[in-house]
C-alpha cells in the first residue's frame, strides 16, 4: 500500500520575505519550505510501496512548435536554434497542422516555444511585429484562437510566465505547463542565462492562482541527487495542497542527444523516482512518463497512470530522435501491466463541467482564486460542447468513451503539413 508521507511542506507566514531555500525563491518571493522529515520519509520509498494504478490515460495531439528560439541555452536541451538560425511558424502553418491533426482524431494543440524570447532573437521580433503582435505570447494567444476553430483543444507550454500573462492565456486554452525539472541549481542550468528554480516555483504558483489546470515535472539526470529529487516533488506537491491545479507530474529522464552527453539513468533509477513521485503526490495528481524516452511497460508497477501526449501526426520536436509509440505500443504497455487504456483530454475530468466529466472522477474544488469563475474559460466549455464534428469527438473523450481506434490515413508525418526540423 501507499505510505503516507504526512505534511509535506510549510507555508512561511503571510508578508514575511521567503528565505531562499531555493535559488532564485528570494527573488520572485517564493514561500516553499520543504520538510526535512518529509524529506527523509520520501527517500525510504521503493517501488513495492506503492500500488498499481486501476488505469493508464494518453491524449491524441499535435506538437505545433511555434519557434525554437529560447532565451536560455541549457546544456542538455536541443530544441532551441541560435539566433539567425531559430524560425517562427506562420498563421497559416499553425492553422494547416491544426487541420492535419483534427484529421487525424487529434484533441489537443501541444503550442511550445522556447521561453520568453529576448532581444537577441531580433529576426523573431521584427517578424512577429510585421504580423501585428506585440510578442510571442501575444502570438501564442493568436494560434490559440486557431486552433479552438480547427476543433482543437489548446495546450500551452510557453516557459516562465507572469500571473497577468496566465490571467490573459487561460481564457485561450483549457490547460498549461511548466516542467520544474529540479530545485537544485545544477551546471545544466548555469551561465549567463540562467534558468533558477525560483523562477519555475513562481510560474507554477502563478498559474494555480489563475485557476489553471496545469502539468508540470522533474527532469531525471542533469545533475541533481536523490534529495533534490524529492525536494522537487514536494514542492509540487505543496503548490498543488494550496491551489488544487496541478494535474499531472512527469517524471523525465534525459536522454542522450547532439549537444548533451547526460547518460540515460538506469531502470532501478527510474523505477524508485517513480514510486517516489506516485508517493508523494495526492492521489488525484496523475505521474506520467514519456512512453518515447522511458521503458513505460516496466514502470506501470511503480504507480505511473497516464503516458502524456502522443502525437499521430508529428515528431517530439524536444527529443526529435525518439520516436513516439503509436496506439498499439500504447496498448502494449497498458496490457504489461493489465490496465484498460483510455483516452483524455488535455484537461484532466476532474477539472470539467459536470455534464462533460468521467462519471466515475470527482470534481476538482473550486480554483483558490476563483471570484466564481470555473477552471475552464467559457470559450474552452464552448469548443468542447460545439454541434459540430469537433465537439462531438471531444465530448466522447471527455466522458470517457472513445475514440481510440487509429483514424483512417491518420498516420502520415512530415508529408501532411507537420514541421520537420
Not at 37 to 43: N, Q, S, W
Not at 405 to 414: L, M, S
Request: hydrophobic fraction near 35%.
Amino acid at each position: 500500500m501507499r505510505p503516507v508521507i504526512g505534511a509535506t511542506a510549510t507555508l512561511l507566514l503571510l508578508g514575511h520575505p521567503a528565505p531562499d531555500v531555493f535559488a532564485g525563491a528570494a527573488e520572485y518571493d517564493v514561500d516553499v519550505d520543504v520538510e526535512e522529515r518529509a524529506v527523509e520519509r520520501l527517500l525510504s520509498v521503493e517501488p513495492a510501496d506503492v500500488d498499481t494504478p486501476r488505469s493508464l490515460t494518453f491524449a491524441r495531439n499535435v506538437f505545433i512548435p511555434l519557434t525554437t528560439a529560447c532565451r536560455y541555452t541549457c546544456t542538455y536541451c536541443t530544441y532551441y536554434d541560435v539566433p539567425g538560425e531559430a524560425s517562427l511558424l506562420s498563421p497559416t502553418e499553425v492553422r494547416d497542422q491544426c487541420r492535419v491533426g483534427a484529421d487525424a482524431g487529434c484533441t489537443e494543440a501541444l503550442f511550445t516555444f522556447g521561453d520568453a524570447p529576448d532581444a537577441r532573437y531580433t529576426a523573431i521580433h521584427e517578424q512577429l511585429d510585421a504580423w501585428g503582435f506585440e510578442d510571442i505570447h501575444d502570438y501564442l494567444y493568436r494560434a490559440c484562437e486557431i486552433a479552438l476553430a480547427e476543433g482543437l483543444l489548446p495546450h500551452s507550454n510557453p516557459g516562465d510566465l507572469t500571473e497577468a500573462q496566465f490571467e490573459t492565456l487561460r481564457d485561450v486554452n483549457a490547460s498549461m505547463g511548466v516542467m520544474l525539472e529540479t530545485t537544485a541549481d545544477v551546471d545544466a542550468h548555469s551561465g549567463s542565462r540562467r534558468k533558477t528554480p525560483g523562477q519555475r516555483l513562481h510560474t507554477i504558483r502563478a498559474a494555480g492562482k489563475h485557476g489553471v489546470p496545469f502539468t508540470t515535472g522533474i527532469l531525471v539526470g542533469i545533475g541533481e541527487d536523490w534529495r533534490d529529487r524529492a525536494e522537487s516533488l514536494l514542492a509540487i506537491r505543496e503548490l498543488h495542497e494550496r491551489y488544487g491545479h496541478v494535474q499531472e507530474v512527469i517524471v523525465q529522464n534525459v536522454v542522450p542527444n547532439e549537444r548533451s552527453d547526460f547518460p540515460k539513468p538506469g531502470l532501478e533509477t527510474m523505477r524508485r523516482v517513480v514510486a517516489m513521485a506516485r508517493a508523494a503526490l495526492p492521489p488525484e495528481v496523475s505521474v506520467q512518463v514519456p512512453p518515447n524516452l522511458s521503458p513505460a511497460a516496466e514502470l506501470v508497477d511503480c504507480g505511473i497512470d497516464d503516458l502524456g501526449g502522443v502525437s499521430p501526426v508529428t515528431d517530439d520536436y524536444i527529443n526529435p530522435a525518439y520516436a513516439w509509440p503509436d496506439l498499439d505500443g500504447l496498448r502494449a504497455v497498458a496490457d504489461a501491466g493489465g490496465l484498460a487504456l483510455r483516452e483524455r483530454l488535455p484537461t484532466y475530468g476532474r477539472y470539467l463541467p459536470s455534464d462533460l466529466r468521467p462519471s466515475d472522477t470527482s470534481p476538482a474544488p473550486a480554483p483558490a482564486q476563483s471570484k466564481g469563475e470555473s477552471w475552464l474559460s467559457s470559450r474552452i466549455r464552448d469548443r468542447i460542447r460545439a454541434d459540430d464534428v469537433h465537439g462531438r469527438r471531444l465530448r466522447a473523450v471527455a466522458r470517457g468513451d472513445g475514440p481510440l481506434d487509429p483514424q483512417p490515413a491518420g498516420d502520415a508525418r512530415a508529408s501532411d503539413g507537420s514541421r520537420s526540423r
